[in-house]
């Protein structure tokens, strides 16, 4: 494996993409096709250049006055149109019918300028990095004409490690046959809005270094040590305020680039439905005075009913001790499987601008 230096001052988005669209061109039909295409929109680049964009993207968003909300919807611009692509030349191949596309984020978003980035998971509270919602409930969506069911918004629990056995049985297998699975089968789940599904919790982390634990158990939701104490607050878009705050989505217009006709045009119109307004709007209910500090996970474990209070705005820990001592004996019980930790410490050799035992920031790789 070598490094690719012949693509310099080409945006890792459009390269992703066109090498997605040439792989899909020249895929013989006969053999099933398994594409993971992991762009690295919007995540932030290094320190001292973190959000970036080719101008004809951040040009289509002059409204936004606060120029790194600009760059960074100029970003999402561009991921919006290589997934565009992607799709179209699976219709045009006449695959579009037969695929199952997965679309989802792997966290929440580095909002309140953390990493230098311009994210926001508002209304949901905290980001990136920590265990409040806006740090480990992500977006998703998944489109096939296979599913039985479609065009409706999801409230069923899904982990990552559901995946590999979803789409497994979605492409013909069966994950009975699959041993030492973390994962449930979402299929009948995902394909027919099932109610009851297999997934009942969701152990969001144990990490016996930073000293802290989140558990969900069906609606409830456990935290206790730094969880994110620093960043436990809640953070609009830049230029919105909380109270001005209505299902601000930066003035989308729906651009793309590529065609709109048959199956694609359906996908376009449902991403601008009411589903996509009901996909976006998470109904937290009036805020509490008292919501910044009556939960504070270093003293003792907070409790969220987070079906009814997404936005963590009401620790019902004290009038539930129940419910806080069954959450934190499954905390220990799942504590007794953990794998130890095997963090390293950091190693600049590992940044390409590193070089002959120096780092800076104008070394071309």
């Not at 580095?110 to 926001?120: L, Q, R």
């Not at 699959?178 to 990490?207: A, C, F, T």
């Not at 206790?224 to 919105?240: C, F, H, K």
């Not at 019902?316 to 806080?324: G, L, T």
């Amino acid at each position: 494996m070598s490094v690719l230096s012949s693509e310099n001052g080409t945006y890792s988005t459009e390269l992703f993409t066109n090498e997605a669209v040439k792989l899909i061109t020249e895929h013989d039909q006969s053999e099933p096709l398994f594409l993971y295409l992991p762009f690295q929109a919007v995540h932030a680049g290094n320190a001292d250049h973190p959000l970036q964009a080719p101008q004809k993207y951040i040009d289509r968003f002059p409204n936004i006055q606060n120029m790194s909300r600009r760059i960074f919807a100029g970003m999402v611009s561009a991921l919006d149109d290589g997934v565009g692509a992607v799709v179209e030349v699976l219709s045009t191949k006449g695959m579009l019918n037969n695929s199952i596309i997965v679309f989802t984020t792997d966290n929440g978003g580095p909002a309140d300028g953390y990493n230098g980035n311009a994210a926001s998971n508002f209304p949901l509270r905290g980001i990136k990095e920590t265990l409040w919602e806006g740090g480990v409930r992500g977006d998703g969506l998944i489109y096939s004409p296979l599913l039985q069911n479609s065009q409706y918004v999801s409230e069923r629990m899904m982990h990552v490690c559901d995946w590999l056995p979803t789409l497994y049985r979605a492409a013909g297998g069966d994950p009975t046959t699959m041993k030492n699975l973390d994962g449930y089968d979402m299929w009948d789940v995902l394909s027919n809005n099932q109610q009851n599904s297999p997934r009942k919790e969701i152990l969001h982390n144990i990490d016996p270094i930073r000293k802290q634990a989140a558990i969900r158990i069906r609606d409830y939701k456990l935290l206790s040590g730094e969880v994110g104490v620093a960043y436990a607050d809640w953070y609009p878009p830049y230029q919105v305020d909380e109270d001005s705050y209505n299902l601000h989505v930066d003035n989308y217009k729906g651009q793309t680039t590529y065609k709109n006709n048959g199956q694609l045009k359906d996908v376009i119109e449902m991403s601008i439905s009411e589903n996509r307004l009901k996909a976006v709007a998470v109904n937290c209910g009036p805020k509490p005075a008292n919501a910044s500090t009556n939960c504070r996970p270093l003293t003792s474990p907070c409790l969220f009913h987070i079906l009814s209070d997404p936005c963590e705005y009401n620790n019902i820990a004290d009038s539930n001790k129940d419910i806080v001592i069954q959450l934190l004996q499954r905390l220990q019980e799942l504590s007794y499987t953990m794998v130890p930790p095997g963090n390293k410490p950091a190693d600049p050799r590992g940044d390409p601008k590193y070089h002959n035992g120096v780092w800076s920031p104008w070394i071309n790789p």
